[in-house]
């Protein structure tokens, strides 16, 4: 059974930091090609950042560049958003996603977590 299971969101007050993980299991992790999304209230999903599954490259929305980091432990099957420097607008559910891409970035599977809740405020 596949799962991605995030934790680590919760409220912070504006500067502050917090590290979201998200551990998957029923799949082989080295393989997938990992991301962070968020959504929040009212408002689309959004790409916060990405790694190869080698852990070679990252990508970041420019909303969180210099802020968050995207990392990730392939034995133990995890991967972690280190995030500074919190500011009100980052008030978002949290995802990650997993892909298992071709070798020219074609989607074979997908999966998605259930999300954490991060809220920024005073």
């Known amino acids: 059974q596949v799962q991605l299971v995030e934790s680590g969101g919760g409220l912070v007050q504006p500067g502050g930091s917090l590290r979201l993980s998200c551990a998957a299991s029923?799949?082989?992790?080295?393989?997938?090609?990992m991301s962070w999304y968020r959504q929040a209230p009212g408002k689309e999903r959004e790409l916060v950042a990405d790694?190869?599954?080698?852990?070679?490259?990252?990508n970041y929305a420019d909303s969180v560049k210099g802020r968050f980091t995207i990392s990730r432990d392939n034995a133990k099957n995890t991967v972690y958003l280190q995030m500074n420097s919190l500011k009100p607008e980052d008030t978002a559910v949290y995802f990650c996603?997993?892909?298992?891409?071709?070798?020219?970035?074609?989607?074979?599977?997908?999966?998605w977590g259930q999300g954490t809740q991060v809220t920024v405020s005073s």
């Open positions: 790694i190869t599954s080698a852990g070679s490259s990252t």
């Open positions: 029923g799949f082989t992790f080295r393989n997938y090609a």
């Open positions: 996603r997993a892909d298992l891409l071709t070798s020219t970035h074609v989607v074979v599977k997908r999966y």
